[in-house]
T-cell receptor, first 115, second 116 residues
Framework: EAGVAQSPRYKIIEKRQSVAFWCNPI?????LYWYQQILGQGPKLLIQ????????DSQLPKDRFSAERLKGVDSTLKIQPAKLEDSAVYLC?????????????FGPGTRLTVT | AQSVTQLGSHVSVSEGALVLLRCNYS??????LFWYVQYPNQGLQLLLK??????LVKGINGFEAEFKKSETSFHLTKPSAHMSDAAEYFC??????????????FGKGTRLHILP
């Protein structure tokens, strides 16, 4: 089966600019996650979708970050305006459903550098 | 709330030697536990998971982990290291409450170096 797809793989922007990331999960997976992974740390959950609804966005900086999952399939994550501390790898993952025992499948990530 | 502590941000072992990566967890209810591996410029890949069945869990690439409730540990081992095992390893915990939206919490990771 095809894995989780993400684009772009790399992005360099200046602070205060905006950027958008795209994710296509595994077909049939109801749950989609966006993580932020800062260098030297584990992934931190930003937002979790169940189909096209938000389940958890408690750690999403909502003044600058937004995400949507239209039609319960693809998802986009946007940052506007970007700050230096947003430099990180943004990982998208999907799972069959939202219970904790389900394996999460990760995409290759988008490496964002904010200068 | 659950949490994960990985002891040692870097571990070096010789090729052919035993690999031991340590993970301790904290959870108020019976946990689900995971080990993920991340190769450079790639996403995370599941190595193995514990979901309250057998306490000794076997995963891919010859790795295994043992759930020890009394020690709140879930250490990852492999009898003989291979050069291809060099990667970052993440331990993660999720709480096993059914019908809940369980968040998975990742540790900070351990980078495994294999010495020739």
């Amino acid at each position: 089966e095809a894995g989780v797809a993400q684009s772009p793989r790399y992005k360099i922007i200046e602070k205060r600019q905006s950027v958008a990331f795209w994710c296509n999960p595994i077909s049939g997976h109801a749950t989609l996650y966006w993580y932020q992974q800062i260098l030297g740390q584990g992934p931190k959950l930003l937002i979790q979708f169940q189909n096209n609804g938000v389940v958890d966005d408690s750690q999403l900086p909502k003044d600058r970050f937004s995400a949507e999952r239209l039609k319960g399939v693809d998802s986009t994550l946007k940052i506007q305006p970007a700050k230096l501390e947003d430099s990180a790898v943004y990982l998208c993952a999907s799972s069959l459903d939202r219970q904790g025992f389900h394996e999460q499948y990760f995409g290759p990530g988008t490496r964002l550098t904010v200068t | 709330a659950q949490s994960v502590t990985q002891l040692g941000s870097h571990v070096s072992v010789s090729e052919g030697a035993l690999v031991l990566l340590r993970c301790n967890y904290s959870s108020s209810v019976p946990p689900y536990l995971f080990w993920y591996v991340q190769y450079p410029n790639q996403g995370l890949q599941l190595l193995l998971k514990y979901t309250s069945a057998a306490t000794l869990v076997k995963g891919i690439n010859g790795f295994e982990a043992e759930f020890k409730k009394s020690e709140t540990s879930f250490h990852l081992t492999k009898p003989s290291a291979h050069m291809s095992d060099a990667a970052e390893y993440f331990c993660a915990v999720s709480e096993s409450l059914m019908n809940r939206d369980d968040k998975i919490i990742f540790g900070k990771g351990t980078r495994l170096h294999i010495l020739p």
